[in-house]
């Protein structure tokens, strides 16, 4: 025993004792390899010091008391059989355990030496810094007892680690040299960030293996046990099937937790339960073997995935795969539970053969389920039955409803609804019209496919058409619109030379119109301003007169289109301008009897756009030529005197116009993916009409030169084509407006003979509730 208040030194390398070595008090260093013999046990009593002092040294145990310190200074100390350490362990150097427990009680921070356990023996140790902060070399079992924190140890070897009595480490050293086993007891938790914290070892998981990391890696140690798994941080964490073998629970409470990288690694997942967490992401190939819950804020996105449990839906279930490409299946061998989650699917819209996503479901349905579905280049087609997305083989309760309440492509609007006959508890995406308007669902109501109900068409289509027909005609004008009448407007041609004139008009039109044999109506509202003026004018024969001028215009409309059968409505908008040239010839210059011949030719240019409700908008431009010959001839059919003294010339006008038509828009995609067509450019439009009217002249305005003249005209108008738009190659057209009928009535006065001013209004009626209603003013002013 060494009973001593300074230090004593063993410097014999010679000595082969056995018995016990014990400091009771004072500091014991080893000044020669061996000096401490074959002794049995070396005790260092509470206050007392052991100092290696860079030697070896070999002890059958080492019993070290609550506050004394073994200082490995650089040395080595083998224990053949273990021992207990409450004290303080520091240093470097080496301790090996060759056999037996050995017991760490407590902290060594101070401690930087190796530890080697030899196969058969054990070191326990119940703080995370037992060890020191040096490498382990562990061919035993290195056991963590009640360990709460951090163990930043590098472990190499073949042992095991034993987590145990509530341990919670977490496990952040280098220990890609190890390939021994971690087992965690029931009750225990390690937790590790990185790739080497496990090295190649197995897991024996009976309690929770936790992967908190912020970077992408694959856990590809086997991970077995009755325990489970949490997936935390922000990173990716792949599992492959050896790391997929525990049976207990599976958490994802953040990042990504992916079930092999592809197909050809598809792991099969014995865990019974996963819970997808808020902001967390379940992916990957292969199954489960029990239930999975996505959790409100979590996301669950497999490929060719079969869940052997049930399925509830909180949160959202993607089966959309990263490529777009449709054709992915989700089986839920047992039941399926929405609670207001999100189903995602890819399909390319078209017939009943459409490819597409699909979960089936072997056992029931209930909750209500959002359903959203992407076309992935689908160009629409009528459908039958519809494209099976959901496939039911239990109890058919659930409630599944589109987000948007209609999904587009091409010219069809594809709704979600329950089957009929052997598809009734399936649900399908259908193109045909469900018998009323099909709002977006927050809680979804079921409706079944009736394959016997007519198609449902996009109102965006609409649109369109009122858009092209629009550009077309909105700067379309006859003689007297332009002019009034031109005995009126020309008075001063007959009295002065090198006559300049300033003609200016304004239009405000409604109109409505149908579209896909009625399905869409469509209203629009027009403005549209004119002026131009003569450049020139001159007469062949002394009787006759010719008239060329330049005129412009700016124009705009504004349309609505609106379906019973879709539960959204669509806006078309147009704005432009015009210019060009126009001439004029009167037969007889004097009364504007006899014939008349008038023509035009405008460019027109517009910024074009289609909107509707929660949709992506379409803008595009639109441009071309439109032209018109017009042709009439003016009778006096008469004359009388009125009550008051009024002197009235009745005239008729017979008149014929033809308008070609050239504006078109180029071919386009929507942001949808939709290929755009409109069609009508190259109309050409025939007028054929009557125009008769009164010249009055009161003896109120003898020797003034007032005079007002009221009109009506009548007129059949024939179209060679419809306006149309194709979308995706699906056609729609403008019903009932290739024949119309004209009213219109109006005054035209002149005031003096330089000022004349003309007013109409119009109506136009055709087929299938086409109508279309127009007023004008107009004045010029010669000079």
Known sequence: AINTTGQVSLSNGLNNYTGLTQVQSGILRTDANHALGNTESLQINNSAMVDLNNTIQSAGKLEALESSTLHFNGGTLTLQNGGISEGILTGSGNLNVYNGLFTIEGANSGLSATTTISNGAEVIINDAQGAGTGDISNEGTLTLDSVIGMLANSIRGTGDVDATDSTRAQISGDNSGFSGMFNIDSGSNLTVSEQNNLGTAAVNDNGLLTVNTASDWTLSNSVSGSGSLTKAGTGTLTLTQAS???????????????????????????????????????????????????????????????????????????????????????????????????????????????????????????????????????????????????????????????????????????????????????????????????????????????????????????????????????????????????????????????????????????????????????????????????????????????????????????????????????????????????????QNDADKTGMYVDSWMLYNWFDSSVESDNRDGDSYKSKGLTASAEAGYTLKAGEFYGSQGTLNTWYVQPQAQVTWMGVKDDGHRRKDGTRIETEGDGNIQTRLGVRTYLNSHHKMDDGKQRTFQPFVEVNWIHNTESFGVKMDGTKVSRDGARNLGEVRTGVEGKLNDRLSVWGNVGVQMGDKGYSDTQGMIGVKYSW
Not at 340 to 352: I, M, R, S, V
């Open 244 to 586: 997929a073998a525990f049976t207990s629970t599976t958490d994802i409470t953040a990042g990504t937790l992916a079930l092999g990288s592809d197909a050809a690694s598809a792991v099969d997942m014995a865990s019974g339960l996963v819970n997808v967490q808020n902001d967390a992401r379940f992916t990957g190939y292969g199954s489960t073997a029990g239930d999975v819950n996505v959790m409100q804020g979590g996301t669950m996105q497999m490929t060719d995935f079969m869940v052997g449990g049930s399925l509830t839906n909180s949160g959202s279930v993607l089966l959309t795969r990263e490529d777009g490409m449709p054709g992915n299946s989700l089986t839920v061998n047992g039941n399926y539970t929405g609670n207001n989650g999100l189903l995602a699917f890819n399909t390319k819209l078209g017939d009943d053969s459409s490819a597409t996503d699909k979960l089936t479901v072997q056992g029931n349905t209930a909750g209500n389920t959002r359903v959203s579905v992407t076309n992935t280049g689908g160009t629409g087609a009528q459908t039958v039955n519809g494209i099976e997305v959901i496939e039911v083989n239990g109890n058919s309760a659930g409630n599944f409803a589109l987000t948007t309440g209609t999904v587009e492509a091409g010219a069809y609007v594809y709704t979600l609804a329950k089957g009929t006959g052997n598809g009734v508890k399936n649900w399908y995406l259908t193109s045909k019209w469900q018998g009323n308007a099909i709002p977006p669902h927050d809680v979804p109501t079921p409706v079944a496919v009736d394959p016997t109900a007519p198609d449902a068409l996009r109102p965006e289509a609409g649109s369109y058409i009122s858009n092209i027909a629009a550009a077309n005609t909105l700067f379309n004008h006859r003689l007297h619109d332009r002019l009034g009448e031109p005995q009126y407007t020309d008075a001063l041609y007959n009295s002065e030379e090198n006559v300049s004139s300033l003609w200016m008009r304004h239009v405000g039109g409604h109109e409505r119109s149908s579209a896909g044999d009625g399905q869409l109506k469509t209203q629009s509202n027009r403005y549209v301003l004119q002026l131009g003026g003569d450049i020139a004018q001159w007469s062949s024969d002394g009787l006759d007169r010719w008239h060329l001028g330049v005129m412009g215009g700016y124009a705009n409309e504004h349309s609505n289109t609106r379906s019973d059968r879709v539960g959204y409505s669509s806006d078309g908008r147009v704005s432009g301008y015009s210019a060009g040239l126009y001439g004029t010839w009167f």
